[in-house]
Structures are given as structure tokens and as C-alpha cells.
């Protein structure tokens, strides 16, 4: 049984960072993409950044894009999102999920992970 586990949240001032880190197990990580999504009151999730199983390509949101980094460790079956020069409208709970077929890219379709983490919370105040 796979579990993914988010943590790095929290509350943070506008222009400020936060990295936040999903670990994951119950599957052979290092085969695996991983994605990042939020959601916003109100609103549906969305994606935010995606790793191919090497690490080798990423993707990410143009909302995001310049702003935050993802990555991820292989060794510590662990996947990052570096977040800095945050905005008010980053207020969201991010999600990392890992994607159903091995050796597969980050993509940006939710229907293509078939394993979601609980989810933090990240406040921007302005």
C-alpha cells in the first residue's frame, strides 16, 4: 500500500519561502513520477509541478514557474517543492501524488496518479 506523507507547511509572509517535502513509500520510488498539485477555497486543484521517475525532467505550472522548484531524492524516497517569492494567491493545500506507470514523466493530468498525500497547508499573508 503506497502512502505518500507532505510536510513543510505553514504560514509565511509574502516574498518569503517554504520547501516542502513528501515521503514517500509502499512502492519502488526511484520508478515513479511525482506531481504537485493545491487547491484554493473554493476552488478545484490544480497542478503545480511534476518529476519524471529520474529527476531528469520537470514541469511546472506557468502560474509558478521561475518561482518554485521541484526535485527529488531517490535515495530518501522523497520529493520537494521549493517555493520562494510567495504570493497571497499561493494560499492553498498542496498535494503530492505519485503516478500510476513506471518510467513515466510529471504530468499535469490528476487521472494519471493513483496515490495522493493527506495535503498541507500553505498560508501567504500579504
Known amino acids: 500500500q503506497v502512502q505518500l506523507v507532505e510536510s513543510g507547511g505553514g504560514l509565511v509572509q509574502a516574498g518569503g519561502s517554504l520547501r516542502l517535502s513528501c515521503a514517500a513509500s509502499?512502492?519502488?520510488?526511484?520508478?515513479?513520477?511525482m506531481g504537485w498539485f493545491r487547491q484554493a477555497p473554493g476552488k478545484e486543484r490544480e497542478f503545480v509541478a511534476g518529476?519524471?521517475?529520474?529527476?531528469?525532467?520537470?514541469s511546472a505550472a506557468g502560474s509558478v514557474k521561475g518561482r518554485f522548484t521541484i526535485s527529488r531524492d531517490n535515495a530518501k524516497n522523497t520529493v520537494y517543492l521549493q517555493m520562494i517569492s510567495l504570493k497571497p494567491e499561493d494560499t492553498a493545500v498542496y498535494y503530492c501524488?505519485?503516478?500510476?506507470?513506471?518510467?513515466?514523466?510529471?504530468?499535469?493530468?490528476?487521472?494519471?496518479?493513483?496515490?495522493w498525500g493527506q495535503g498541507t497547508q500553505v498560508t501567504v499573508s500579504s
Open positions: 501524488a505519485l503516478r500510476g506507470s513506471p518510467y513515466a514523466s510529471g504530468t499535469a493530468e490528476q487521472a494519471d496518479y493513483d496515490a
Open positions: 518529476i519524471n521517475w529520474s529527476g531528469g525532467t520537470t
Open positions: 509502499g512502492r519502488t520510488f526511484s520508478r515513479y513520477a
